[in-house]
């Protein structure tokens, strides 16, 4: 059974960088599409990036982190990472890591074998 573990997180100040990982055990992720989310308090659960399977050619972003977060992946890893840089406080949220069999989805019911999560908190 598939398992994802996010790590990485932390307390950074804003402008600085973080690099999260998702990775997996219990059966590879290379034929997944991949997507990073997260959860501010009591907010809804909200897209931030998904890699295609394979080579992960094809990525997407929530507008509010285009330009400052870059996913990639390592199949030989089997690992997920999610870049973040000029971190700002509205990042604050707890990332999670999940498998999609859709291209592209933003949906958060389109993925499954969530992780537990990594917290990030930026300061002002």
């Known amino acids: 059974q598939l398992q994802l573990v996010e790590s990485g997180g932390g307390l950074v100040q804003a402008g600085g960088s973080l690099r999260l990982s998702c990775t997996a055990s219990?059966?590879?992720?290379?034929?997944?599409?991949m997507g990073w989310f997260r959860q501010a308090p009591g907010k809804e659960r909200e897209f931030v990036s998904v890699?295609?399977?394979?080579?992960?050619?094809?990525?997407a972003y929530a507008d509010s982190v285009k330009g400052r977060f870059t996913i990639s992946r390592d199949n030989a890893k089997n690992t997920v990472f999610l870049q973040m840089n000029s971190l700002k406080p509205e990042d604050t949220a707890v990332y999670y890591c999940?498998?999609?069999?859709?291209?592209?989805?933003?949906?958060?019911?389109?993925?499954?074998?969530w992780g537990q999560g990594t917290q990030v908190i930026v300061s002002s």
């Open positions: 999940a498998k999609s069999a859709l291209l592209g989805a933003t949906m958060s019911s389109s993925y499954s074998s």
């Open positions: 890699i295609s399977s394979w080579s992960g050619l094809s990525k």
């Open positions: 219990g059966r590879t992720i290379t034929a997944y599409h």
